[in-house]
């Protein structure tokens, strides 16, 4: 099962799965979020509740879709159970913000009136869910009728968990800091964790998996990357950030992609210096960028101390200047102007 969440970050969470826990469901759900793994994982939770095996085809209607009206989701809502008890109506990246004047108001209505038998679910995937508080009725009538869930990432330790039972399913061990390691190197989304899990797992020949495994077989995300390319800078390793950058260009990463993730990785060292400079600690850092893990807050106080001050603000201002000229000129080689710049850094 999905990890634990705070009360305090996140009530409608810990209400769905109390509820669930319960078997006692809201008439009507919203689900959003970045963690569409867990998002995922909750669907079906409600699905294996509500719907017996073997009756799907009368009692789950899927519905999608910007072009959907609301008769369509008030008639799949009001369509009687049929071998079960429930019915459950999902309605996937319908953008109820969006819809004209009538159909929200159709939409009002159903919302004040679904049946005992259904359950309605909105789900936001590839579109983004923003509330227009403008549209007044329709969001009291969301307050009043909807769960509205947000799938966060989670916590580090909610994270850690889940990566070691997912380890010892695949009958392997992570330990707390190989797993912070990971989480740093492969990010903390867990949907893209779990085919990281599965290649690590299937590549480590003992049954401790090792900061090694990791880097042999695992996709590092962008951050991981960047933060390679500005540590090799800072400890004077220019080869190697070169080398850092030449991969993600031939990976045909686009190069303002690349320069505003340089540009946060550098804002960050700033602020490690000033750290430094001011006797903070790594849980400053922590709450400063709002990191999950104090493990990235200690690689970047590592990496602050080969730098000063004036270096950090003379970098951060080359990288503002370069990321204006890349927006505003037209036929700037972007490519060209990028690997000159880390060649900068590297001079300073």
Request: aromatic fraction near 8%; charged fraction near 30%.
């Amino acid at each position: 099962m999905a990890s634990e969440k705070k009360t305090s970050k996140n009530a409608a969470y810990d209400r769905l799965r109390a509820a669930l826990k319960a078997q006692t469901t809201a008439r009507a759900y919203l689900f959003y979020g970045e963690e569409s793994y867990l998002r995922q994982t909750y669907v079906q939770q409600l699905q294996t509740l509500l719907i017996p095996k073997g009756s799907e085809d009368f009692n789950l209607h899927r519905l999608s879709g910007p072009r959907l009206t609301a008769q369509e989701v008030a008639d799949a809502v009001e369509a009687m159970p049929m071998m079960a008890a429930n019915t459950l109506v999902t309605v996937t990246d319908w953008d109820i913000f969006k819809l004209e004047e009538a159909q929200r108001s159709q939409l009002i209505e159903l919302l004040e009136d679904i049946p005992e038998y259904c359950t309605l679910l909105f789900i936001y995937d590839t579109v983004a869910y923003k509330r227009d508080g403008k549209m007044k009725k329709l969001a009291a009538a969301i307050d009043k009728n909807v769960e509205v869930v947000e799938f966060q990432g989670q916590s580090r330790d909610a994270l850690v968990r889940w990566l070691q039972k997912r380890f010892r399913a695949l009958d392997h061990q992570i330990d707390l800091t190989t797993a912070d390691y990971m989480l740093f190197y492969c990010g903390t989304m867990m949907d893209n964790l779990i085919s990281e899990v599965s290649k690590v797992a299937a590549y480590a020949k003992a049954q401790q998996i090792t900061t090694a495994d990791i880097d042999a077989v695992a996709e590092p995300v962008l951050d991981a990357r960047i933060f390679d390319m500005t540590n090799h800078i800072s400890a004077g390793k220019y080869d190697r950030a070169a080398a850092v950058l030449g991969d993600l260009l031939r990976m045909q990463t686009e190069p303002i992609v690349i320069l505003g993730a340089i540009g946060k990785e550098l804002r960050r060292l700033y602020t490690a210096r000033m750290a430094i400079d001011a006797g903070k600690d790594r849980f400053w850092l922590m709450e400063l960028w709002q990191m999950r893990s104090d493990y990235p807050a200690k690689l970047l106080l590592q990496a602050a101390r080969n730098v000063d001050h004036e270096w950090c603000k003379r970098s951060l201002t080359a990288c503002q200047v370069l990321d204006r000229r890349m927006k505003s000129e037209k036929n700037i080689d972007r490519e060209g102007e990028l690997t000159k710049f880390v060649l900068e850094l590297a001079q300073k």
